[in-house]
């Protein structure tokens, strides 16, 4: 089965603490901070970091955020400058034994709600978002940005930092646009949908160029979750794995706890299963249960905890049904 991980902090904390307890031993880390004179991408920030996690008992597998990356979406001066860095964060994580980056390619804004405070089972707070609310919203800085603009500085990038992913060993997993709607204020998102996932990392095919299968994105546009696993599973490109459910459609959603959504959570456990997955995968984006005062929307602790358990026990289920299952009998008449 999948190695299950959790994200956490750079240093230790109660999350550690309480992941451990629940047996999880694949940690998602963060960009190191700047300190001790060392830029977040250097390569003793990312040792050090490493170190860290594997002396608390958990191996860092992923970093699930890059340094500065918009004036390479946007195609603006300084886009080169930006892409230097990221080369050297690249070869630095291979260097330092951490395997996968998930990076996006939202422009201006990263994932984004209009809402993080709406109720749903028990009075818990989740996260959503209305596209009628943005139908009068301002344009940002950037002004109109096109899909065409997006594709071509995204195969320009793509060009620059897969050679050096092959030389460093760190696989390249490509989360789709959250929401997967265009445009927002006037910038475009060209990464809605398993289509638009595959025509990206064929730009520069590479055998450490892959996505993150995040499963809310595709649910919320309308993908069929097992068959999209099926699909990148066959090409061996899905790096990593956001678990995680909705409810609604592009146009207006909200998340939902892991078993509340629309998709058959434990038809897709049994589809990693069968196609083979053993890389890294978390829960993402969980209720704000009582108690919590909702500082973090989707990364507090209580529904981190309810969604391990839910994924450890699908796990589970689908292990105990394939050692299970009955041999088809034979008919000898």
């Not at 002396?55 to 004036?71: H, M, Y």
């Not at 034994?97 to 422009?107: D, E, K, Q, T």
């Not at 699909?231 to 409810?247: G, L, N, T, W, Y």
């Amino acid at each position: 089965m999948f190695q299950l991980a959790e994200f956490f902090p750079g240093y230790p904390s109660r999350l550690w603490h309480l992941a451990k307890q629940m047996g999880i031993a694949y940690a998602v880390g963060p960009l190191p901070k700047e300190e001790h004179g060392m830029k977040p991408w250097d390569y003793m920030n990312l040792v050090q970091m490493k170190q860290r996690f594997g002396d608390f008992g958990l191996d860092l597998q992923v970093i699930e955020s890059a340094p500065e990356t918009n004036r390479i979406k946007l195609g603006l001066p300084g886009r080169d400058e930006e892409i230097d860095i990221m080369c050297q964060f690249i070869t630095n994580m291979g260097a330092a034994g951490i395997s996968v980056l998930c990076y996006n390619f939202m422009a201006q804004f990263n994932w984004f709600r209009t809402s993080t405070t709406i109720r749903t089972r028990g009075g818990a707070l989740v996260s959503g978002y209305d596209h009628s609310l943005l139908a009068d919203a301002p344009l940002t800085e950037a002004g109109i940005v096109t899909e065409d603009q997006l594709w071509d500085n995204l195969h320009y990038y793509l060009e620059r930092i897969v050679p050096v992913a092959e030389k460093a060993k760190v696989k390249l997993a490509l989360h789709p646009d959250d929401p997967p709607i265009s445009p927002i204020r006037g910038v475009s998102r060209i990464l809605r949908n398993s289509e638009a996932l595959q025509r990206a990392i064929d730009l520069v095919p590479s055998p450490y160029s892959g996505i993150t299968l995040c499963q809310g994105t595709l649910a919320t546009a309308g993908e069929d979750i097992p068959s999209v696993i099926r699909k990148f599973a066959a090409q061996d490109k899905i790096f990593f794995v956001h678990f995680r459910d909705v409810r609604g459609t592009p146009e207006k959603f909200e998340e939902t706890f892991h078993d509340d959504g629309k998709t058959d959570m434990l038809e897709a456990m049994r589809t990693y299963y069968e196609v083979g997955f053993q890389g890294p995968a978390r829960p993402d984006h969980v209720p704000t249960m009582e108690g919590e005062d909702n500082t973090h929307p989707g990364y507090e602790l209580l529904g981190r905890l309810y969604g391990v358990g839910y994924i450890k026990g699908l796990m589970e289920a689908v292990s105990a049904d394939k050692r299970f299952s009955p041999e088809p009998v034979l008919n000898h008449n």
